[in-house]
């Protein structure tokens, strides 16, 4: 095993533009560690600021998805396609953000077994069917939507987060990113 972070260039925050520099910065400190994503794309900046930009647009919304039904969209997608980096990342965003320390292993693992209500499930069911075989994609996936009354904003937010995390998940692959070992312990158990 490798203790390299990626197969690339990584960038630390203190060699990132200014701009970057206080935009990873203060995610940094919110958690006490910058993310290797952000390391691994601070070699190419404009891609950092496209892909956080991006991100921040779907994933910080005020309304529509809650913050917790965003990252189950994410874990489902990043499961689907395998990626250790997003799993475990968005895995630990995801405990915390729904209070559950089980929730992210189980959707990553079987989401098509894992216990959600009627919302969640159609939420997870069009993350997959998206994340999948998507040319496969029709009008029963929006009718199971429609009829778990998911709103029109909240199903394209899912179908835009899937896709922005197919192409997160691949970049992870193409650049064998790890994920930070801090993920792996994050809302597993109660803060003291």
């Given at each position: 095993?490798?203790?390299?972070?990626?197969r690339?260039?990584?960038?630390?925050?203190?060699?990132?533009?200014?701009?970057?520099?206080?935009?990873?910065?203060?995610?940094?400190?919110?958690?006490?560690?910058?993310?290797?994503?952000?390391?691994?794309?601070?070699?190419?900046?404009?891609?950092?600021?496209?892909?956080?930009?991006?991100?921040?647009?779907?994933?910080?919304?005020?309304?529509?998805?809650?913050?917790?039904?965003?990252?189950?969209?994410?874990?489902?997608?990043?499961?689907?396609?395998?990626?250790?980096?997003?799993?475990?990342?968005?895995?630990?965003?995801?405990?915390?953000r729904?209070?559950?320390?089980?929730?992210?292993?189980?959707?990553?693992?079987?989401?098509?077994?894992?216990?959600?209500?009627?919302?969640?499930?159609?939420?997870?069911?069009?993350?997959?069917?998206?994340?999948?075989?998507?040319?496969?994609?029709?009008?029963?996936h929006?009718?199971?939507?429609?009829?778990?009354?998911?709103?029109?904003?909240?199903?394209?937010?899912?179908?835009?987060?899937?896709?922005?995390?197919?192409?997160?998940?691949?970049?992870?692959?193409?650049?064998?990113?790890?994920?930070n070992?801090?993920?792996?312990?994050?809302?597993?158990?109660?803060?003291?």
């Amino acid at each position: 095993m490798t203790d390299a972070v990626s197969r690339f260039p990584v960038v630390e925050l203190d060699g990132l533009p200014a701009d970057l520099r206080d935009r990873v910065g203060g995610i940094a400190e919110k958690s006490g560690f910058v993310p290797n994503i952000f390391r691994a794309l601070g070699h190419r900046p404009a891609e950092l600021r496209a892909f956080l930009d991006y991100h921040d647009a779907l994933m910080e919304r005020a309304d529509g998805l809650s913050k917790a039904e965003r990252e189950l969209v994410v874990v489902a997608t990043s499961g689907a396609n395998h990626c250790t980096y997003c799993v475990v990342a968005h895995g630990a965003i995801l405990r915390i953000r729904a209070k559950d320390p089980e929730l992210a292993d189980r959707v990553s693992s079987n989401p098509w077994q894992v216990e959600l209500d009627e919302r969640g499930r159609a939420i997870v069911e069009l993350a997959l069917a998206l994340a999948g075989d998507s040319h496969l994609f029709g009008e029963e996936h929006l009718a199971a939507a429609w009829k778990a009354g998911l709103t029109e904003d909240e199903v394209w937010d899912v179908g835009a987060i899937t896709a922005l995390f197919a192409m997160s998940n691949r970049l992870a692959h193409l650049t064998a990113l790890k994920p930070n070992a801090e993920f792996y312990t994050m809302g597993r158990q109660k803060r003291e």
